[in-house]
């Protein structure tokens, strides 16, 4: 489908608003051009001196047409307002709505300012679509007919000499405008969403270009995009400014012609003198009509363009095939691998290359191997953010593809490297686990993970506000909240990627207390680098470049003299 037959579509729900706030702006229009007519003859009425009676008509006339105007004024703005909000904000819930399914793994291609720019911007532009595009076409072929009738109810001519000179403001100038601008509108839609993206990836990244020293490239960058979108401002400002003399010089001449043709009119007697000026101005302010046409295609191509780049996103077909009906419930939570094979995309490598294994309910497994092995691979399988071509993992008997993303994920615990802590208090961030938690679960969990008493001493205690991404928190505090978030979702089966990396020798040792202790009980599987504690496994599992390379007991492995003991000999040197 076109694009903008899609935006139709989106928009359609709210057609009668919109064919009510257009019927409204005729009529604004319509009491315009009556109030200058009726003015115009009670003012060359009046200059002849005939009884006030006489003048009642117009005099009513014009008292009508002014109040009228503002009155639909008032409603069309009003309603048409009303609907745009409408409108943008179905766009913004069916623009979310769609991006949910996609993410991760469909949403990794875009920078989040991008995505930032394209809900917020974008989905902006759109608004101009009713109100300056689909629109003042309308208002204006109405007023045309209206005053054309008018027109032409006295002299036909008057009317045909109308019809050309709003014809070439509404169609040819508009059309010399587009020629001019073609490619401004999506050019300056782009480069508005480049600066954005930029500027949240610098006000992200502050720390990281302060450290740097990157911070004068960096406004570089961003003064070379504003001054890129100034220049496309200006080039618009000036195209309209020529359109809107051309339209005024249109306007004047209608009104010159009008006054040329009907003054021979008056002289032979056809036309009464009086109406002269009633004609005249009343085709001059029909002009008003035609005052925004120059900008539609402007705006056209702006809310196109912004358009596509929302259904680009859209239109992305998720990473994860959903089957229809119910998911099944697994009766024990052993995971089974076996020829497992996957890759990111058709035409990349294979990160994962025929794994088998078995993870028994309630066993530990770990997992270990040089980086880039596809060890997180698997947790994005296990998750369901990708699935895998090849092969079969099932939970307790059950295929993963079987259960719905949101179901599986009700099962699993994830503790990664990059615990991500909402700007909230600690409260909200635990209760993100767990929304039911009550007043004893709380602490209890953050005593397992041993952090509550550090979340005791806090100033506001539970209700403390962590920061964005949890900056006011250290390293191993992160951890210890991920591993009370994991403890009160209570998951039969939990996922530890590297839960530990990046932590000190001595926080490592108390945080892993505390990932003991989780472990208690549940399917596990450990991601390390860190070749230690790992006596406690049941089996590991060397990974390299997406195979398994050697397998079982720490003991045996260590023997054995392969990659393992290579690995473990650089950890623990002699
Ligand atoms: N979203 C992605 N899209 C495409 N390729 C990816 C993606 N994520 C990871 N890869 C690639 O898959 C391979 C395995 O990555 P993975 O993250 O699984 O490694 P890893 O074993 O966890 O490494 P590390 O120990 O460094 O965490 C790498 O070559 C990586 O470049
Ligand atoms: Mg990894």
């Known amino acids: 489908m076109k694009t903008w037959a899609r935006l139709m579509v989106l928009i359609a729900p709210y057609w009668k608003s919109m064919l009510l706030a257009t019927a409204l702006s005729f009529l604004t229009v319509a009491s315009g051009i009556g109030l200058m007519a009726t003015s115009a003859y009670l003012i060359a009425g009046a200059a002849l001196h005939p009884p006030v009676l006489e003048l009642m008509e117009a005099i009513v006339g014009v008292r009508f047409f002014g109040i009228s105007r503002a009155v639909f004024r008032y409603l069309e703005r009003y309603f048409a307002h009303d609907a745009t909000f409408r409108v943008l904000s179905r766009l913004r819930v069916w623009f979310y709505t769609a991006l949910e399914p996609l993410a991760p793994a469909r949403l990794m291609e875009y920078r989040s300012g991008e995505l930032v720019s394209r809900i917020v911007a974008d989905v902006g532009t759109l608004e101009q679509f009713y109100l300056r595009v689909l629109a003042p076409p309308l208002v204006a072929l109405l007023v045309l007919l209206a005053v054309f009738a008018f027109l032409a109810w006295f002299e036909l001519r008057l009317a045909l000499t109308l019809l050309f000179f709003f014809l070439t403001a509404a169609v040819a100038v508009p059309l010399g405008v587009r020629a001019l601008s073609r490619g401004t509108g ?23 270009i302060a450290a740097f020293n990157r911070a004068g490239r960096q406004q570089e960058q961003v003064k070379a995009l504003s001054g890129k979108f100034m220049d496309l401002q200006g080039r618009v400002a000036g195209i309209r400014g020529l359109s809107a003399a051309l339209t005024g010089l249109l306007m004047n001449l209608t009104m010159w ?46 809310s196109l363009a912004a358009a596509r780049r929302l259904f680009a996103v859209t239109d992305a077909a998720p990473a994860v095939q959903e089957l229809p009906g119910p998911s099944p419930e697994p009766r024990s939570y052993d995971l089974r691998v076996s020829g497992l094979r996957f890759r990111y995309a058709p035409d990349e490598p294979r990160v994962l290359d025929g794994v088998n294994f078995v993870l028994p309910g309630g066993g530990r497994l770990a997992i270990v191997g040089p980086s880039g092995a596809g060890k997180s691979t698997l947790v994005n399988l296990f998750l369901r953010f990708w699935d895998y071509q090849e092969g079969s993992i099932s939970l307790g008997g059950h295929e993963l593809k079987a259960f719905s993303p949101d179901d599986l994920r009700r099962y699993i615990s994830v503790v990664t490297q990059h615990t991500y802590l909402f700007n909230a208090t600690v409260r909200e961030n635990l209760l993100l686990a767990q929304p039911g938690a009550g007043e004893k679960e709380l602490p209890r969990a953050a005593r397992e993970a041993q952090i509550h008493e550090f979340i005791q001493s806090l100033p506001r205690g539970y209700d403390t506000y962590v920061g964005e991404k949890g900056y006011k928190l250290s390293g191993g505090q992160c951890q210890r909240l991920a591993i009370a978030r994991a403890l009160l979702k209570n998951a039969p089966v939990l996922l530890l990627d590297e839960a530990t990396a990046g932590l000190d020798p001595v926080t490592e040792l108390e945080v892993m207390e505390s990932i003991h202790r989780l472990m208690e009980g549940r399917t596990t599987l450990v991601i390390t680098h860190r070749l230690t504690g790992l006596e406690r496994m049941d089996e590991i599992l060397v990974f390299e470049r997406g195979r398994i390379v050697e397998r079982g007991r720490h003991r045996d492995l260590l023997k054995r003299g392969g990659l393992y003991r290579s690995m473990w000999e650089l950890q623990n040197p002699v």
Not at 195 to 205: F, Y
Not at 274 to 290: N, R
């Open 186 to 208: 999506r050019r300056m839609v782009e480069t508005r969403s480049a600066l954005n993206a930029q500027m949240v990836d610098t006000i992200q990244g502050m720390t990281e």
């Open 257 to 302: 012609s009008i006054l040329l043709l009907a003054i021979p009119l008056v002289q032979q007697g056809k036309l009464d003198g009086v109406y002269l000026a009633m004609l005249a101005l009343g085709a001059l302010s029909s002009f008003e009509a035609v005052l925004p046409l120059p900008m539609v295609f402007q705006h056209l191509e702006e």
